[in-house]
């Protein structure tokens, strides 16, 4: 079955440096979500999206932005990179805008971004 | 949001059978209760959830209390692979078309011993 495409898997970047991290969902599945997990912590989100629209905000700094297209993949987009950035960066996904508790989410498989 | 409250860690013979506790005294009535895990250096990974019965699935069970003040997950026969952090997650209603995040706490390191 497919699951959720994130790339790149590594990324080293300099202080000050710009980063792009891209996410192909599920297919037909309509909402992103990004979050954000330092070492030896809990994943934290970040960002979430529903067809194509940010649906949800949460720790996201300001030099961070991101979008979803029209396709339903979605980029995090970061700059002015601190060293406090290095972190594994997950994207899941999920199908449609659930108010229920039910829906579930299937991540990726991460994208490490070390900061020098 | 209602909180969940997990020991740090847990220890388990292979092949044996693992119960993960979960407190969420303060859940409401519409509240799910999500089971997630994470391996070393991977994603986190939907193992199951549940309302108000117990639910069974290839991966593990979920035993809720009466009172759903409680839960617990169970692997009924650990294997090394099952060494990862369990993370017991509330899912509420949401309303006004909220998207409905995961918020993960500090969940239960599992360790498992050959």
């Known amino acids: 079955a497919a699951g959720v495409i994130q790339s790149p898997r590594h990324l080293i970047k300099e202080k000050r440096e710009t980063a792009t991290l891209k996410c192909y969902p599920i297919?037909?599945?309509?909402?992103v979500y990004w979050y954000q997990q330092g070492p030896g912590q809990d994943p934290q989100f970040l960002i979430s999206?529903?067809?194509?629209?940010?649906?949800d905000k949460g720790s996201i700094p300001d030099r961070f932005s991101a979008q979803q297209f029209s396709d339903y993949h979605s980029e995090l987009n970061m700059s002015s990179l601190e060293l406090g950035d290095s972190a594994l960066y997950f994207c899941?996904?999920?199908?449609?805008?659930?108010?229920?508790?039910?829906?579930?989410?299937?991540f990726g498989a991460g994208s490490r971004l070390t900061v020098l | 949001d209602a909180k969940t409250t997990q020991p740090n860690s847990m220890e388990s013979n292979e092949e044996e059978p693992v119960h993960l506790p979960c407190n969420h005294s303060?859940?409401?009535?519409?509240?799910?209760i999500h089971w997630y895990r994470q391996l070393p250096s991977q994603g986190p990974e939907y193992v199951i959830h549940?309302?108000?019965s117990n639910v069974n699935n290839r991966m593990a069970s979920l035993a809720i209390a009466e009172d759903r003040k409680s839960s617990t997950l169970i692997l009924h026969r650990a294997t090394l692979r099952d060494a990862a952090v369990y993370y017991c997650?509330?899912?509420?209603?949401?309303?006004?078309?909220?998207?409905?995040?995961?918020?993960f706490g500090t969940g239960t390191l599992l360790a498992v011993q050959p």
């Open positions: 899941a996904s999920s199908v449609g805008q659930s108010s229920s508790g039910a829906n579930v989410l299937t």
């Open positions: 297919p037909r599945h309509d909402t």
């Open positions: 999206f529903y067809e194509k629209m940010q649906s």
């Open positions: 303060t859940i409401s009535g519409t509240d799910y």
């Open positions: 549940g309302l108000t």
């Open positions: 997650i509330l899912r509420p209603l949401l309303y006004g078309g909220a998207t409905n995040k995961l918020i």
